[in-house]
Every structure is written in C-alpha cells, then in structure tokens.
C-alpha cells in the first residue's frame, strides 16, 4: 500500500510538469549575470567551483546565467514532457548536450563556468527554446554579446576594482547610468546570499526589451521595465572561501 501510494504521489506531480507550446516572441528578458566568487560561496561543493586559483577563473568579471524570455512563463517552448521532467529535477545530465559549433562552445565554457555542471543545458531547453531566435548558436552568441558588452563597461570596471569591499546598489546603478545612458540603472536589482556575517552579490537581474538581434545592451536597457529586490548591496568576493 505504501509503495502504491508513493506512486500515485509521483503521478501526481509529473501531471504538475507544464507543457508549453510554440509561444508568441518575447515581449521582454531577464538577462542574468553572477559574481562567481560570490555564488561559489554557497554552493562550494558544484564543479565549476573547486577550483578557484586555477588559471582563467573569472575573479574580475561577471559569468554567464542566462537570458529569460518574458512574460514570466515563457517556458519549455516545444519541449517534450520527458526532458522537462528530468531538467525540474535538476537531473540536467540526461538532457541533451547542446549542439553549437566548437568555436562558440570553448567561449560558452570560459564565459559560464556552470557548463561544468550541465548549465547551459538547462538554460537552453528551459529559456532558450523560447528565445525570439529559438536555435541554440543564436541564443548563445546573443548572450555572450550581452555578456561581452557588461564586462566592458564602467560596471565591469566597477566590480574588478571593489573585489574584496562592499558596492551598494547605488553605486552600481550609477554605473550603468554611466555605462548605458541616464535610468539605465532603475532596469537592475540584486541579488545577495548571507554567509557567516557577509552579505555578498551573487548576481545581476537585468530589465531588457525586445528584440536581442542586432541591438546594443544600452539600447535594449532604454524604456525596459524597472526592477526592484530586497538587497541593496553587499561584498563583491574574491576567489577563494572566506
């Protein structure tokens, strides 16, 4: 009786795995950005983050999350039942490498260390699948475009300079004020993790509109929608724990 029961618990909640069809394009995006330091401080158990001296470990930049298509829901965009049950349970090992030429998939997995655990899997079947472009070369190249652009601008150079101090959101919307044009910075929030007695920035959430082909960062963060979060600055961490 009791394994009966656990089975139709587990029924249960396959029939809760949505099935999205083709969507319309995205009205907007999320484009999500991590201080690696800072997230390898929670989770320092994940691959991609056992080794932090080694050569090429992003200290002084942002890594790639991932780029969401918006209204909230654009998921799973023609994606099987199957494979959306094993990415919910986080099982993104069984899901499908993600095919993109050999050139593109060396700058995907210095720019996302989170490849090393099956990230850009995820991310791909998840958001990509929705993207206004849905093939992964273009939801990829889009992203580190995005990416690339962050990284250079005077909010690149803001955090790489404040490694190891406290940056508050203030400061950072000045940058991208600065960076991408005057309210440019009302389109970002934080967000922060406790650790022992720091608070750190693990990530950006960015406000952007549509479309992402052959738009400048500055211009898709110009008329996006404001975002708002609890943290209002934290510890931009250096490589390492502690």
């Not at 009791?2 to 909640?13: D, G």
């Not at 999350?65 to 918006?70: D, K």
């Not at 210095?110 to 993207?131: F, N, Q, Y």
């Not at 720091?198 to 950006?204: A, G, S």
Request: proline share 6%.
């Amino acid at each position: 009786m009791k394994l009966l029961r656990n089975r139709l618990a587990l029924a249960a909640l396959f029939m809760l795995v949505p099935y999205f069809g083709a969507q319309a394009e995205p009205s907007s995006y999320v484009f999500a950005v991590t201080w690696h330091s800072g997230f390898c401080e929670t989770r320092p158990g994940l691959q991609e983050c056992m080794s932090q001296d080694a050569p090429g470990y992003p200290g002084d930049q942002f890594v790639l999350h991932g780029l969401w298509p918006q209204p909230y829901g654009s998921f799973y965009c023609d994606v099987d039942h199957q494979t959306q049950r094993n990415d919910l349970a986080g099982s993104w090992g069984k899901l499908d490498p993600v095919d993109l030429p050999s050139d593109l998939t060396e700058r995907l997995a210095a720019a996302m260390p989170g490849v090393a655990s099956h990230l850009d899997r995820h991310e791909w079947i998840k958001h990509g699948t929705c993207h206004e472009t849905p093939d992964p070369v273009s939801y990829f190249e889009h992203s580190l475009r995005l990416l690339e652009e962050l990284n250079a601008s005077e909010v690149g150079d803001l955090f790489a300079s404040e490694v190891g101090d406290h940056v508050s959101l203030h400061e950072i919307r000045a940058a991208f004020d600065r960076s991408f044009g005057e309210g440019a910075g009302q389109r970002v929030a934080l967000e922060c993790d406790t650790v022992g007695d720091r608070e750190l920035i693990v990530e950006l959430r960015i406000s952007l509109t549509s479309p992402i082909a052959d738009n400048s960062l500055r211009r898709l963060l110009d008329r996006a929608a404001h975002r708002h979060g609890a943290c209002d600055g934290g510890i931009v961490d250096a490589p390492g724990e502690g």
